[in-house]
């Protein structure tokens, strides 16, 4: 007779008729749920590359926008960079593919008082210039923030997708065919118990009645 307290793939289980259904219940729970996980983890894929290559679109835009301004270095040092500061970033959330992740919904900026009169005539385009390049900056920083969250959602959902795919279900369905299979070899084993009985008792009263 085998343990009463097989394992399989670290599934706990004993031959009998309620260990059997216990499984078959927690079988059909993941078989029910693998589809809704797979196409989780597809949805999650798709946003992370997604997020990724708009990740990357920002750090190139921002590069470009420095190197644009390059011709510029000279007056840059006239420039007072305490004139400009970032005074608040307004923020929101939304759920993608059940993750929730920050959303950058605007950038507040505070400028310094100067004097028209006294500054280079520059001074105003250079405020919009730093305007534009912490905008992108920020919105970079944004971007590879929610595709770190995506890609941790991402891996951990595959992590489960490969636990229920090619570890617990297969693990269930093999614990059930054993228990299955030991159920059917018992109840083999007593119906041919009864027929050699049967078969005993039969000679038995056959004998009694040939000697009477």
Known sequence: MPDTNDTYMAIKFQYNKTSLQQLEKQLKVRERALPTIKSKESALRMEVK???????????RLEQE????????????????????VKDVHLSARKIAGVVV??????????????????????????ELLKR????????????????LLEHARKKTTQKVNLFEKVQIPGYRDAIRKIKRFMEDEESLSKSSQKIMRANQEKRKQKEEAES
């Not at 390049?133 to 770190?148: Q, R, V």
């Open 66 to 85: 420095i190197h644009g301004y390059d011709n510029m270095a000279a007056l840059w040092n006239e420039f007072n960079p305490e004139l400009i500061r």
């Open 50 to 60: 997604r997020t990724k290559d708009e990740a990357k679109a920002l750090e190139l």
């Open 133 to 148: 390049l912490a905008h992108t900056g920020i919105e970079a920083e944004f971007a590879n923030m929610k595709l770190e």
């Open 102 to 127: 920050p959303v950058l919904d605007e950038i507040e900026f505070g400028i310094s008082r100067y004097s028209l009169f006294n500054a280079p005539a520059w001074y105003t385009e250079g405020i």
